[in-house]
Nanobody
Framework: VQLQACGGGLVQAGGSLRLSCAAS????????MGWYRQAPGKSRELVAA???????SYVGSVKGRFTISIDISKYTMYLQMNSLKPEDTAVYYC???????????????????WGKGTQVTVSS
């Protein structure tokens, strides 16, 4: 297992969840990690990414509600999700690669390492 994600679950709108993703094996050589999500019938979309040095970036509607962080000593990335909305419901995937670029925004994304998804369900 290269990337192991956990922390999903069922929460009411306005609630919070924290996802984590631990890297192992050859994935330890990453320079960028990120979180994607995929809702039923939709393409996988990038939510946030973070460099090995801890520089974050966010995409779209999660700005101001989600916080991505990394503990490099544990090779673990986190996604703190606050003020959750029903439209945040999706399977969330962690990803990692040596470089960050346009491939991260393609459909499907061109990213080397993927973790198994974890379901996040937000009820209204």
């Amino acid at each position: 297992v290269q990337l192991q994600a956990c922390g999903g679950g069922l929460v009411q709108a306005g609630g919070s969840l924290r996802l984590s993703c631990a890297a192992s094996g050859s994935a330890l050589g990453f320079n960028v990690m990120g979180w994607y999500r995929q809702a039923p019938g939709k393409s996988r979309e990038l939510v946030a990414a973070i460099t090995r040095g801890g520089t974050p970036s966010y995409v779209g509607s999660v700005k101001g509600r989600f916080t991505i962080s990394i503990d490099i000593s544990k090779y673990t990335m986190y996604l703190q999700m606050n003020s959750l909305k029903p439209e945040d419901t999706a399977v969330y995937y962690c990803a990692a690669d040596d470089l960050y670029g346009s491939s991260w925004h393609r459909a499907p994304p061109g990213v080397h390492y993927w973790g198994k998804g974890t379901q996040v369900t937000v009820s209204s």
